[in-house]
């Protein structure tokens, strides 16, 4: 197999440039290097294609700004990063699994999630120990281990423990998984993919090359077998969107949703502890380490109304001491590869802090929460399935050439009512324990001092699913393209009750494990 290489488009001396490759992956975030780390140790061709620099920048900064037709959507520009890496290079590193508590019997989108589901349960292991997480997945056991009798009484009132595992800071940037022994063999960043070469006289049209573009203009064309677009939720449908595009509609027909039900969590709080509590909370669900990794709990209901929106609950301790806030700059500025901001007189002023930080962390394997610190509960639900809430392409061009890209989205009124009734039936469930555990104090929204918010969880643009709305099948492929597959937090038909950069993980090793095996994939369900 040939030796890595990195080039820059941008600063390469060729304007034009051509390149061949089994497998061209589109993205280089989290599920592209996976995919690329992964098909690489088998001596599979693959071309590494990353739109941003080595560093990651924000979507202004590299020229994908959208325009907004309804509301604001934060997730689009403070929640998408451009770069090596990708989001998780700035946000990433909460892993937990969508789990059996996602299921919702009849639901809409009941079948893609049981599917999705296996997944995450096939696959758990395989991620976990190709980032270096060797024991045995305890997402559910490690919480009930470590209450002990408090986490059994806990979850006989119908809430289910559930504990995130944090990626160590040094591994939080997945980049590293490039340089390891049998990496991608060509990683190309500051390419921008402008326009697709697609295939038309086949039974299914087929991509034959992609041309990407540079700001300076230089050009890579990259000709591959089978092409996987790793670009985000709203970057993959974009991309998706332009392909169709480029071949006078003829990929998609008009039932086919791609670039609709955009989606997110919705995140607010919805109660608080009295002061008088908050250092028993704190230490108690206070976060803790297992070796190098942080752990975080979280609940979830065990058992969920029909139809209700999947959520989860987790505890927010508002640190605002100086040694914290400097810790958390110094460590976001590691993870996305750019120096700190800060100066040297608050490391002066923060010296207590940190050997306060450093005490917990070594020594009781806990984050050093200080005492007086507010504790609430916040709330993670998923939007409803809202076919209007897009992202589509508009007329007018990008500094690329490309057509710049329109999101529509909102928050409904459904929504702000089961962010109501999810609440109060999270706060009674906890409540129930009074004489064990501190009282909540609900916040109800119209007395709340903040909005619900997105978390920056953007999913559902291309979506997995067995109906004819459905953008990819079972297997990933995109329908009506015979060798392009999405991995993406976008084929998720919705939020769930998980972040969703680990199911994304476990979906991208899934698709890697198909490649693998003599490119033997199975035939999808008819469409309903």
């Known amino acids: 197999m040939s030796k890595q290489t990195w080039i820059d488009l941008d600063g390469s001396k060729s304007k034009h440039q051509f390149i061949s490759a089994d497998v061209c992956i589109i993205g280089a975030g989290a599920a592209g290097i996976y995919l690329a780390a992964e098909l ?5 061709d693959v071309v590494l294609i990353e739109a941003g620099p080595s560093k990651s920048v924000d979507s202004n900064t590299i ?3 959208a325009i907004f037709n309804n509301n604001y959507y934060p997730g689009s520009v403070e929640g998408r990063s451009f770069g090596m890496g990708g989001t998780t290079s700035r946000w990433g590193g909460v892993l937990v699994p969508h789990t059996n508590y996602d299921l919702r019997e009849g639901g809409i989108f009941n079948d893609a999630w049981i599917h999705i589901i296996n997944i995450v349960k096939e696959n758990t292991s395989d991620v976990l120990r190709a980032l270096g997480r060797l024991q045995k997945s305890d997402f559910h056991s490690y919480p009930l281990i470590l209450l002990g009798s408090l986490g059994k009484k806990l979850e006989k ?11 160590p800071f040094l591994k939080k940037n997945l980049v590293y998984l490039l340089n390891k022994k049998n990496s991608a063999n060509k990683v190309y960043f500051n390419a921008v993919v402008k326009s697709w070469n697609v295939k038309k006289d086949s039974v299914e049209p087929s991509i034959k090359s992609l041309l990407a573009v540079s700001k300076n203009h230089n050009e890579l064309i990259v000709n591959a077998n089978k092409f996987i677009i790793t670009a985000g939720a709203i970057e993959s449908a974009r991309i998706l969107l332009e392909i169709d595009k480029s071949t006078n509609h003829k990929v998609f027909d008009n039932r086919t949703a791609v670039g609709s039900y955009l989606s997110d969590h ?14 028993q ?8 380490f297992n070796e190098d990794w942080m752990r975080t709990f979280r609940l979830l209901e065990g058992v969920s109304p029909k139809n209700s929106p999947r959520a989860y609950v987790h505890f927010i301790f508002e640190n605002e001491y100086r040694g914290f806030k400097i810790a958390k700059e110094l460590l976001k500025a590691f993870q996305s590869r750019r120096m700190p901001s800060i100066q040297f007189k608050d490391f002066i002023f923060a010296g207590s802090d940190f050997a306060k ?9 806990t984050l050093h929460i200080p005492s007086g610190t507010p504790v609430h509960l916040q709330l993670g639900i998923e939007q409803s399935p809202c076919r209007i809430n897009r992202v589509f392409l508009t007329d007018s061009l990008d500094m690329y050439g490309r057509n710049i890209l329109a999101i529509n989205w909102s928050i409904t009124d459904l929504d702000l009512k089961l962010i109501e009734e999810t609440s109060i039936r999270f706060i009674s469930k906890w409540n129930s324990l009074k004489t064990i555990l501190p009282n ?15 978390a920056y969880h953007p999913v559902g643009t291309c ?9 990819v099948d079972q297997n990933l492929k995109v329908r009506g393209l015979e060798n392009a597959w999405v991995v993406s937090t976008g084929v998720l038909p919705s939020a769930g009750s998980a972040n969703p950069t680990f199911t994304m993980l476990c979906i991208a090793n899934h698709l890697a494990k198909q490649f693998l095996n003599n490119n033997n994939y199975s035939r999808d369900r008819d469409i309903k």
Not at 266 to 279: E, T, V
Not at 357 to 365: A, F, G, V
Not at 463 to 471: H, I, K, N, P, Q
């Open 266 to 279: 919705l995140s607010i709080k919805i109660a608080s502890f009295s002061p008088r509590d908050w250092q």
């Open 463 to 471: 979506r997995m699913g067995y109906d004819a709305e459905s953008t």
């Open 281 to 288: 909370i704190a230490g108690v669900f206070g976060p803790r």
């Open 63 to 65: 020229g994908f700004s």
């Open 157 to 167: 009132t119908g809430l289910k423990l559930q504990s995130a595992l944090h990626l």
């Open 40 to 44: 690489s140790k088998k001596d599979i």
């Open 357 to 365: 930080l450093t005490y917990s962390r070594l020594i009781k394997s």
């Open 440 to 454: 909540l104090e609900y916040i109800p929204l119209k007395d709340s001092d903040e909005k619900p918010y997105d």
